[in-house]
């Protein structure tokens, strides 16, 4: 079984900074890709940003400025740093694992998703 657990959401102005943070845990072998998604009310939830467990990153292009993904590969987790937020940012925020349970099967990769974290941005 594995938990992700976001945290960091909340309210904030226009202009302002947050960070979010999720962790992973739970029996598993590797982590190749952490990442998260955004859905706001009345859309489909899309990409934000993801990152690999060697560093690679891929962001979405309306945050590709603003925001900056991370890892802590020892802690299973993964930051995500937004500035300069704007109120089309507003959205509930999902973090994304893509996980290998087994060493014996590797290419065998499942996907955990967290409750989600709300972020507001006030204009």
């Known amino acids: 079984q594995v938990q992700v657990v976001e945290s960091g959401g909340g309210l904030v102005q226009a202009g302002g900074s947050l960070r979010l943070s999720c962790a992973a845990s739970?029996?598993?072998?590797?982590?190749?890709?952490m990442g998260w998604y955004r859905q706001a009310p009345g859309k489909q939830r899309e990409l934000v940003a993801h990152?690999?467990?060697?560093?690679?990153?891929n962001y979405a292009d309306s945050v590709k400025v603003r925001f900056t993904i991370s890892r802590d590969n020892a802690k299973n987790t993964v930051y995500l740093q937004m500035s300069s937020l704007e109120p089309g940012d507003t959205a509930v925020y999902y973090c994304y694992t893509q996980v290998v349970l087994s060493a014996t099967a590797t290419n065998l990769k499942y996907q955990y998703w967290g409750q989600g974290t709300q972020v507001t941005v006030s204009s």
């Open positions: 739970g029996s598993f072998f590797a982590i190749p890709l």
């Open positions: 990152i690999t467990s060697g560093g690679n990153t």
